[in-house]
């Protein structure tokens, strides 16, 4: 009913940026909260920022640097990076939460991932 496929990973040396992308497809008329959660290596996945209306929410490790913004009429959201660090690497997943479809409401969905890797 609702796929989120992200766009945007690669390689990116400390200090870098990285706009990551993530679409949403499917017969959706709203979708309330859309975010963004990373998984490292040997780590558990975390909530990186989400974006609810005006309302945004960020890690503490990511305040001032990444920045999410979504474009409703695409059911699309982003995440700007900049001055990347090593610890950012992870694999980064798109989420969305209460989506509103014809069929009714699916209560979350994920992306498949992409892989963000910070290293000189």
């Known amino acids: 009913q609702v796929q989120l496929v992200e766009f945007g990973g690669g390689l990116v040396q400390p200090g870098g940026s990285l706009r990551l992308s993530c679409v949403a497809s499917?017969?959706?008329?709203?979708?309330?909260?859309m975010g963004w959660y990373r998984q490292a290596p040997g780590k558990e996945r975390e909530l990186v920022a989400s974006?609810?209306?005006?309302?945004?929410n960020y890690a503490d490790s990511v305040k001032g640097r990444f920045a999410i913004s979504r474009d409703n009429a695409k059911n699309t959201v982003y995440l700007q990076m900049i001055s990347l660090k090593p610890e950012d690497t992870a694999v980064y997943y798109c989420?969305?939460?209460?989506?509103?479809?014809?069929?009714?409401?699916?209560?979350?969905?994920w992306g498949q991932g992409t892989l963000v890797t910070v290293s000189s």
């Open positions: 989420n969305a939460k209460a989506v509103v479809t014809r069929a009714g409401i699916v209560p979350e969905a």
């Open positions: 499917g017969i959706i008329s709203n979708i309330n909260v």
């Open positions: 974006i609810s209306g005006s309302s945004t």
